[in-house]
């Protein structure tokens, strides 16, 4: 797994929310991810509630798109403590339960909150562009969750293929 630090000077300033440079961090994958020919839609940064000092990169190419992960330790296996993000893309995939949110171009998406139990998954938003499932999970998001999910998702579909 690759490791990238956070945006700036690998920190942030206590009080702020720390950033990371998503398109810097998965530098090392990107090209393996748009060799499956599905595009890559990623928001250039991930703004996180709590202060991450190394992320690792892990992901690329898979069956039917690509997955990206973003990690707090290598090779994490998406362990509850170390899983940061994922950004998936699956050709042919439909949404996994009902659209409740609409995206800013009218796009439906389905959103799945934080949930907990013995551990707590991240929370989670699905949508459709051109027959590719997109698939999101983070954890750990500042305030308001499916907000920040559906405003990366825009910002995504704005700046078009990676």
């Not at 998001?141 to 990676?162: H, K």
Request: proline letters at 7%; charged letters at 15%.
């Amino acid at each position: 797994m690759a490791s990238a630090a956070l945006g700036g000077s690998g920190g942030a300033p206590a009080g702020a929310s720390p950033s990371i440079n998503l398109l810097a961090a998965f530098r090392e994958r990107l090209p393996s991810a748009r060799s499956s020919r599905v595009t890559v839609l990623l928001p250039r940064t991930l703004t996180l509630a709590d202060r991450t000092p190394r992320v690792y990169a892990g992901g690329g190419k898979a069956a039917g798109g690509w997955v990206l992960v973003l990690a707090a330790a290598p090779r994490c296996g998406g362990a509850t403590a170390c899983f940061i993000a994922s950004f998936q893309a699956e050709r042919g995939k439909s949404l996994p339960e009902r659209a409740k949110v609409k995206l800013a171009d009218g796009t439906p998406a389905a959103y799945h909150p934080v949930g907990c139990g013995a551990s707590c998954s991240p929370a989670s938003l699905w949508f459709r562009r051109g027959g590719i499932l997109y698939s999101w999970q983070v954890k750990d998001l500042p305030r308001n969750p499916r907000a920040v999910l559906v405003a990366l998702a825009n910002e995504a579909i704005a700046a078009g293929g990676r």
